[in-house]
């Protein structure tokens, strides 16, 4: 007993003869009722009453009928889930972000607009640390993820740039600095800092370290934490001084103060998405899609932001 033997015996349960049920599937009779009397010998069972006006169901025939009209419904419904698997439409997405990345207008607008389009897709959504979030898409317990500086380049994982905002310095608000309009490289030596990285990776604050010592600056670093909130809570309670991208300014604003960097000095804070090569199909490949169709329009959006 296969789908297209049950497909065929409800036609004909349905019509009620051979021939009506044959027109409906759009082959002839003869080799119709050939397939239902081959259903027949290998259930072992009768499942039609032939008579001069057509068929009736037998009990066994209205037993096979409820459950195959079921079947074929699920069988149906498992068809329709898996093309829209196919087509983007369904699944589940695991998606992470650091908190500085989830801080840019642009992180929640994207998932708005793949909820709005694709309703279908279910969310696994976490905040974590960018070396957490390069290590779950590299090993697969992540299907993407938005960081800002990469701080590793794994093998088969595709990083892509959706934008680039400046870094600004982030002071207490009774720091010295604090009064600059704003601070130089050279300014931070001997400045307590604090660093949100994994040890020895690069990222945005290698960059800061970097250009400061390009400048001859040395600060003097005195914390490493896991997550840019953490770092600005710092900031608010005066341990230390550090650099945030720009759409983070305004957090703690009661405690912190935002300064720009030297025009010559300016350090780049873009917005990357992370996600495998091997694994972009189907929700993924929908959202990544998305993502990129939206970060291309960007310009122009902004564009037409100013000139309103």
Known sequence: MDIRQLRYFLAVADAGQFTAAAAALGMQQPPLSQQMQVLERELGLRLLRRHAKGVTLTEGGQVLARDARRLLAEFDALGDTLRALARGQQGVLHVAFTSSAAAHGFTPEALRECRRRHPAIEWVVSERNAADITDGVAAGRLHCGFIRVPVARPEGVELRTLLHEPA??????????????????????????????????????????????????????????????????????????????????????????????????????????????????GALRSFVDLVEELAAALPARSARARAA
Not at 225 to 231: G, I, K, Q, S
Not at 240 to 246: M, Q
């Open 168 to 281: 600004v310095v982030a002071l207490p608000l009774d720091h010295p600095l604090a009064r600059r309009r704003r601070v130089r490289p050279e300014d931070l030596d001997g400045e307590p800092v604090i660093l949100v990285r994994r040890p020895g990776a690069p990222g945005l604050y290698a960059n800061l370290l970097a250009l400061c010592q390009a400048r001859g600056a040395v600060p003097r670093v005195v914390a490493e934490v896991d997550r840019m909130m953490t770092n600005l809570n710092l900031v608010a309670a005066g341990v230390g001084l550090s650099v945030v991208p720009a759409s983070m300014q305004g957090a703690h604003a009661q405690a912190v103060t935002y300064r720009p960097l030297a025009r010559d000095a300016a350090l780049d804070a873009p917005l990357t998405l992370l996600y495998r090569h091997d694994r972009n199909e």
